[in-house]
């Protein structure tokens, strides 16, 4: 497929060689049970042209960078966070860069924040659902989902395998099931522990079209018969889940997009692509669906590609307005 590169990916994975070597040091050889593909610059570049994509936001998730000692996953932290502000920095108009923070270590994370976003320039923080034994939206994490709504930022959370189901003996890699569980158990705890009831100024981002939020959201919203998740979400859990944004990632289909069209507005939902997870196969396939499915005029399905990620990183409107256009791999600068 080539096409005039338009779309903004907001979910597309990065391995920078340092970050792939402390992986292979550890002997952790995938993500869910995917094994570690192979990316670089170039061939994300022509991934992106093929595709109609013209800028990746691009994160470092599953399995994140902390293995069990604070110092080591900041140092990890760090180097995979100004590898991809060089990524932008090198290539402004195609790449931008969400954060990847050494949480459960809270003063390490909210240190990278200061840096990141400061320093580096980046465009939010990506948060894994699940940290251990804990999900987004556990006490333990208040001040770091503070200092992020304090700053307005975009946050974008991808699914793990969590602790509890990394012993389960089942047919299939955990990135299959387990990720879309994980993300759903995230946005409940993230409802009922009042998180997003006390900071309402920060944007968060659903991978894989909120995994099983759409379909589940009226059940979710049962947790406020119960009065004390009624007092910590006092405007229903409905509410709360339109106001989050989900990407298409592996969600590009009307099984997938219509039941999140009755939970939010197109307002709310950003082209994402899952790659290199993703082959290009998939990430085709997604252009594709999202060009065949009915419930999308073509004014809604470009907002949904492009406009609604404008709105949500000024930097990117701003180079936009600027007249700067995504060159394509091998173009003069």
Same mark, same amino acid.
């Not at 940290?131 to 006490?139: C, E, S, V």
């Not at 692509?273 to 809604?300: C, H, I, K, M, N």
């Given at each position: 497929?080539?096409?005039?590169? %338009?779309?903004?990916?907001?979910?597309? %994975?990065?391995?920078?060689?340092?970050?792939?070597?402390?992986?292979?040091?550890?002997?952790i050889?995938?993500? @869910? @049970?995917?094994?570690?593909?192979?990316? /670089?610059?170039? $061939?994300?570049?022509?991934?992106?042209? +093929?595709?109609?994509?013209?800028?990746?936001?691009? $994160?470092?998730?599953?399995?994140?960078?902390?293995?069990?000692?604070?110092?080591?996953a900041r140092?990890?932290?760090?180097?995979s966070?100004?590898? /991809?502000?060089?990524?932008?920095?090198?290539?402004?108009?195609?790449?931008?860069?969400?954060?990847?923070?050494?949480?459960?270590d809270?003063?390490?994370?909210?240190?990278?924040?200061?840096?990141?976003?400061?320093?580096l320039?980046?465009?939010?923080?990506?948060?894994?659902?699940?940290?251990?034994? *804990?999900?987004?939206g556990?006490?333990?994490?208040?001040?770091v989902?503070?200092e992020?709504?304090? *700053?307005?930022?975009v946050?974008?959370? %991808?699914?793990?395998?969590?602790?509890?189901?990394?012993?389960?003996?089942?047919?299939?890699? @955990?990135?299959?099931?387990?990720?879309?569980?994980?993300?759903?158990?995230?946005?409940?705890?993230?409802?009922? $522990?009042?998180?997003?009831e +006390?900071? +309402?100024?920060?944007?968060?981002?659903l991978?894989?079209? @909120?995994?099983?939020?759409?379909?589940?959201?009226e059940?979710?919203?049962?947790?406020?018969?119960?009065?004390?998740?009624?007092?910590?979400a006092?405007?229903?859990?409905?509410?709360y889940?339109?106001?989050?944004?989900?990407?298409?990632?592996? /969600?590009?289909?009307?099984?997938?997009?219509?039941s999140?069209?009755?939970?939010?507005?197109?307002?709310?939902?950003?082209?994402?692509s899952?790659?290199?997870?993703?082959?290009?196969?998939?990430?085709?396939? $997604?252009v594709?669906?999202?060009?065949?499915?009915?419930?999308?005029?073509?004014?809604? +399905?470009?907002?949904?590609?492009?406009?609604?990620?404008?709105?949500?990183?000024?930097?990117?409107?701003?180079?936009?307005?600027?007249?700067?256009r995504? *060159?394509?791999?091998g173009?003069?600068?």
């Amino acid at each position: 497929m080539s096409t005039a590169p %338009h779309r903004i990916d907001t979910h597309h %994975h990065i391995f920078p060689p340092k970050y792939r070597a402390a992986l292979e040091t550890r002997s952790i050889p995938d993500a @869910g @049970g995917v094994a570690i593909p192979a990316w /670089s610059p170039a $061939s994300a570049l022509g991934i992106m042209d +093929r595709n109609g994509i013209a800028t990746a936001i691009t $994160s470092v998730a599953a399995p994140g960078v902390h293995f069990g000692d604070d110092a080591a996953a900041r140092d990890l932290a760090r180097l995979s966070n100004e590898y /991809s502000a060089d990524l932008m920095r090198d290539h402004p108009d195609r790449f931008g860069g969400f954060a990847v923070l050494p949480l459960p270590d809270v003063d390490g994370a909210l240190a990278e924040i200061e840096y990141a976003l400061d320093t580096l320039r980046m465009d939010g923080v990506v948060l894994l659902a699940s940290i251990g034994k *804990r999900y987004l939206g556990d006490p333990a994490f208040d001040a770091v989902f503070a200092e992020l709504d304090r *700053r307005k930022a975009v946050i974008f959370i %991808h699914p793990t395998v969590p602790v509890t189901s990394q012993a389960l003996e089942l047919a299939m890699p @955990g990135a299959l099931i387990e990720f879309v569980f994980d993300t759903t158990r995230a946005v409940a705890n993230l409802i009922y $522990s009042g998180t997003l009831e +006390r900071h +309402r100024d920060m944007k968060l981002i659903l991978s894989h079209a @909120g995994g099983t939020v759409p379909f589940l959201a009226e059940r979710l919203a049962l947790g406020g018969v119960y009065p004390a998740l009624q007092e910590k979400a006092p405007q229903g859990a409905i509410a709360y889940l339109k106001r989050l944004y989900y990407d298409t990632a592996l /969600s590009a289909n009307p099984y997938a997009l219509q039941s999140l069209r009755e939970l939010v507005d197109p307002s709310h939902i950003l082209f994402g692509s899952d790659t290199p997870f993703a082959p290009e196969a998939l990430v085709a396939a $997604s252009v594709q669906g999202l060009e065949r499915y009915p419930g999308f005029d073509p004014a809604t +399905r470009m907002r949904v590609e492009r406009d609604n990620a404008l709105a949500l990183f000024p930097r990117l409107r701003r180079a936009r307005e600027e007249g700067h256009r995504p *060159r394509r791999l091998g173009e003069a600068g």
